[in-house]
């Protein structure tokens, strides 16, 4: 495929599908980020549960809230799905390391490239989704 060469536009059920499924994650990471702001109670907990300090909680947000910002502008959304796809996958390993439920971060990567991947044309084009026939 040429640099120059146009992407065929989405259609609006498959663009419409891309951001519903997108604000998904982007709801859940404002509000992981808001939380580690505001540290209630059960925060605290939590970050001493899974053996970290809670002063990092207001350095976790501002890398939540930064990657989760860099996704939803269309500019560097595919930037910003790789950098969430790092915090989360670090987020799936601390959970891991403690012996606790991980499906969370997982489901959420996979909700930030599905959401991606429907409402932007040049990503299908990367990676075109073939039958078996």
Known sequence: MAIN??????????????????????????F???????QPPD???????????VQLAIALSVVELGCTILYVIPWTAVFGAILLT???GGATATHVRVSEPFYTPIVLGVL??????????????????????
């Open 5 to 30: 060469q146009p992407i065929a536009s989405s259609s609006k059920k498959l663009l419409w599908a891309g951001y519903v499924i997108s604000a998904l994650p982007v709801l859940m990471l404002i």
């Open 32 to 38: 992981s980020s808001v939380m580690k702001i505001m």
């Open 86 to 88: 790092g915090y989360l």
């Open 43 to 53: 925060v605290v907990k939590g970050f001493a549960d899974l053996g970290w300090p």
């Open 112 to 133: 930030v490239w599905l959401g991606l991947y429907l409402r932007d044309g040049r990503l299908r084009a990367l990676i075109p989704l073939r039958s078996l026939d």
